[in-house]
């Protein structure tokens, strides 16, 4: 069950007069992973096959609207920034075996502006060598960055730095030739505004290296993190009327069959409000149980009888089930992809 716990019937949330109290609390929801070309293997090999960006390449500077020289940046230790993340970060998850860095560049060509992959040779002796079940390789990594100040209005001076990243990777399997090529990019902005000297102004904002070095390490970190699944915080929500007591006696200490059996009677019932709110209740309980096709029976069921009610509050509350039944469907089909 990919589904745990955070904290329970931690507050009271108020809800309109007439209308029957809700205890909240949170559960953790394990999403499947971004990119699933690595699921089937277990031993990852991270290669750099990238070379160095020259200095001079990418940096523009304007000031009031003109552009100024190129900014020249030493941009040697990008790469190492970039591959020691991405390592890093999916050793972090505990989704592979072992994931190691190859970190000295497999790429001797001197042409920086052209992408040289691995051959199917290369690949398959790095495979062997270090036993890996895949290669995971940055062929290219580009930063770019624009520094532009300007006067406002007010008579003060507006500045930002925008820094951007664009790579290419590549992941080969060991012992097949199908190879697969993919991209990604990120992009940070910074900003200041604070003073009315110009130079001030441009002293808030971070130096251009130290602003693209650490685009590097977060392009990384997004490129390791998309190899794993993620755990996504929602809330639920539980109702708390007297003829409920029982059901959430259990349910505070987490048994959650002992509150379906205190509940389900009231499902039954005549009290169109009290069937309503144990049946969203059983519907909750069934899913810390992982029994989602149950969890979407009371769902729906829930739904109908928050819809008898013929009032405002119960047409509202049918709205929020009904959503809540959305979740849990699209749970119950991530569920059957992990």
Known sequence: MNIRLCSLLLVLCSLPINAQQQWYFSV??????ERTQLQNAQRIL???????QPNDFGHTTMIDGENHNHAEINLSRSL??????????MESTSEFDAVELMDISQNHSTNYYTRTPL???????????????ALLTLNQLVLYDVLESFPTEEGAYYAYLQAYAQSHWTIHYAGQTREINFTHADTLLWESDLH???????????????ALLYLARELGNGIGSSFAPSWQTTRRYIYD????????????????????????PLVDSKD??????AAANIAI?????????SACDYALRASRLFGAWKTAYGRQQQVNTRYYLAQLQARQARERDL
């Open 196 to 210: 009315y000297n110009r130079t001030q102004t441009l002293s808030d904002l971070p130096p251009r290296q130290e």
């Open 272 to 277: 169109k409000k009290a069937a309503a709110c």
């Open 119 to 133: 051959t199917f040779a290369q690949a398959e002796r790095l495979c062997e060598d270090y036993q890996a079940d």
């Open 241 to 264: 009327m007297p003829t409920l007591q029982g059901g959430l006696d259990a349910f505070r200490l987490q048994r959650w069959n002992g509150a379906i059996q205190q509940w389900m």
């Open 285 to 293: 309980a069934y899913e810390m149980l992982g029994d989602y096709a």
């Open 46 to 52: 991270v290669v750099n096959n990238a070379l160095t």
């Open 80 to 89: 190492l920034y970039c591959l020691f993340s991405v390592t890093q970060t």
């Open 28 to 33: 953790d929801e394990r999403f499947p992973a």
